[in-house]
């Protein structure tokens, strides 16, 4: 059983920065993909950013050009750094990776990290 562990979340002005960690129980250079993902309150789960085993990267229109994901296989982390935050992007914040286990892929999730943004 693979455990994801956020971090980093809290509350910041419109205009500042955060940066989110994951930390995983597993070798992350073993997952497929890593990825971010946001729940606003009434909205639905939402990709926001996504690292592919082949080092592909894939962002939301909405984050593109403030959002950006990286990883750490030595620390088996995932990091999402966020810059011009806006208000709308108030939401938990929550890590996914696919790990193999019997060739079957199975998907992990955190439990999430609040992110407020204050206008």
């Known amino acids: 059983q693979v455990q994801l562990v956020e971090s980093g979340g809290g509350l910041v002005q419109a205009g500042g920065s955060l940066r989110l960690s994951c930390a995983a129980s597993?070798?992350?250079?073993?997952?497929?993909?890593m990825g971010w993902y946001r729940q606003a309150p009434g909205n639905q789960r939402e990709p926001i950013a996504v690292?592919?085993?082949?080092?592909?990267?894939t962002y939301a229109d909405s984050v593109k050009g403030r959002f950006t994901i990286s990883r750490d296989n030595a620390k088996n982390t995932v990091y999402l750094e966020m810059k011009s935050l806006k208000p709308e992007d108030t939401a938990i914040y929550y890590c996914?990776?696919?790990?193999?286990?019997?060739?079957?892929?199975?998907?992990?999730w955190g439990q999430g990290t609040q992110v407020t943004v204050s206008s």
């Open positions: 597993e070798s992350i250079s073993r997952a497929n993909t």
């Open positions: 690292l592919s085993i082949g080092g592909r990267t």
């Open positions: 996914k990776g696919n790990w193999p286990r019997d060739s079957i892929w199975y998907a992990y």
